[in-house]
Nanobody, 117 residues
């Protein structure tokens, strides 16, 4: 079955960096676009970044442009999110996501990122 497992979340000081990973299994990873979403307490889940199946095209939310970088390694069935210059407002649970067609949405369990001094 499809599994998406995030890791790398942690407590970090403002201005710090983290790299999140999303390990995928149960499907042909290289065929599908992937995304990172996040959800802060009391807020709706929002798209952070997305990447095409080959990694050739990426998109970012305005709030993270220039600070975050999404990438993938299709040989390792893994997607990454490099987060630099972290701010307190980046505090959220970060989720890995993919869609494989109608009613075929898949989410990971999430990893907590807390930015605080």
């Amino acid at each position: 079955q499809v599994q998406l497992v995030e890791s790398g979340g942690d407590l970090v000081q403002p201005g710090g960096s983290l790299r999140l990973s999303c390990a995928a299994s149960g499907f042909t990873f290289s065929r599908y676009a992937m995304s990172w979403y996040r959800q802060a307490p009391g807020k709706e889940r929002e798209l952070v970044a997305a990447i095409t199946s080959t990694g050739s095209i990426t998109n970012y939310a305005d709030s993270v442009k220039g600070r975050f970088t999404i990438s993938r390694n299709n040989g390792k069935n893994t997607m990454y999110l490099q987060m630099n210059s972290l701010k307190p407002e980046d505090t959220a649970v970060y989720y890995c996501y993919t869609n494989m067609g109608p009613k075929k949405d898949y989410w990971g369990q999430g990893t907590q990122v807390t930015v605080s001094s």
